[in-house]
């Protein structure tokens, strides 16, 4: 410890909540006598919140300060993004609004390494790792990141997800799959049921690189795979032939229920009106969202699978 002639703090105690929290001494300009006034605000303020009081070498209380996670005021908005669902819709929506992570591909995140570009796959980090992932977003005034290949395949702890406004988008199954299915592989629109027997891992690459180069390996995506919503949901998009059961499917909805902050039915627009609490200043007017136009393309097209004949292998999406 220094003295240079002013007030010096050499002592960091918590003021609400009892946990430790290290701070580099530093000096400060109050003066003591107004400790008894500085401590009463301070413990006011800390109520809720993880405030410290700064004391002198004498224990006066000279400050007061909150932690830096105390210090934030707005959660980073996690889409998790189905295919063919309204996704790309919502995304172009918050971007209107809010800041995406830059460098990214359809708003996936990205790093740059290099000549290489990488998805950044933090759905595959453990609690540690995610922390520090929302820890840069946040220090990086980043509002919104999207997962499109997958979900958390590992519980998340509830102090993760309090960091975090998780949403997503809902369509019909079938009117989802019809749609994919004209998108990504129009060839197969006669016989989708060959389509649904294809294993991508290739594809996603291409998808996840664009023109640049990727060195960071293959996975699948499931998105043409019986019960997709469950299979995402469950963080199993890249198990392309584990087939789900009532197992999967609770922790599905236990996790809508628990982690969830929006949940958007493409075909209710009425559900869209709670996007208003996440976007500061949206109002969608009972529209739903505004639609993409690749969205528009596919709604004529008629696939030889009934719908019926299509929840008999998908009636988990369908709960």
């Not at 946040?138 to 509002?143: A, F, G, L, Q, T």
Request: charged share 25%.
């Amino acid at each position: 410890m220094s003295n240079q002639g002013d007030t010096t703090v050499t002592d960091v105690s918590p003021a609400c909540q009892g946990n430790h929290c290290d701070v580099k001494p530093r000096r400060t300009s109050f003066d003591i006598t107004s400790g008894l006034i500085l401590a009463i605000v301070c413990s006011v303020v800390a109520l809720g919140s993880k405030l410290y009081m700064l004391r002198d070498d004498e224990g006066s209380v000279v400050g007061c300060e909150l932690t830096k996670k105390a210090q934030r005021k707005k959660k980073v908005i996690v889409f998790l993004h189905f295919h063919k669902a309204g996704g790309t819709s919502m995304l172009k929506t918050l971007n209107q609004h809010l800041t995406p992570w830059k460098p990214n591909r359809n708003f996936n995140p990205w790093r740059e390494y290099g000549e290489e570009n990488r998805l950044i796959e933090f759905w595959k980090y453990n609690s540690t790792e995610l922390q520090g992932y929302l820890d840069e977003l946040i220090d990086n005034n980043i509002d919104f990141v999207s997962t499109e290949w997958n979900f958390f395949r590992d519980p998340l702890p509830k102090s993760i997800v309090d960091q975090m406004d998780l949403i997503t988008t809902f369509r019909n199954p079938y009117e989802r799959f019809r749609s994919n299915v004209f998108f990504e592989a129009e060839e197969y629109a006669d016989h989708p049921e060959d389509w649904v027997n294809l294993d991508f891992d290739g594809h996603s690459v291409r998808r996840q690189c664009g023109e640049g180069v990727c060195k960071s390996g293959k996975f699948h995506v499931n998105y043409n795979k019986p019960n997709y919503y469950v299979q995402m949901m469950n963080g199993l998009a890249d198990v392309p032939h584990l087939k789900m059961n009532n197992t999967h499917l609770e922790v599905a909805k236990q996790r809508l229920q628990e982690w969830f902050k929006g949940i958007f039915i493409l075909e209710q627009p009425e559900t869209f009106s709670a996007l208003g609490d996440i976007i500061p200043g949206y109002n969608p007017n009972g529209q739903g969202l505004p639609k993409h136009s690749r969205d528009n393309s596919q709604n004529k097209h008629t696939i030889p699978l009934s719908e019926d004949e299509f929840r008999e292998e998908n009636d988990l999406d369908y709960q």
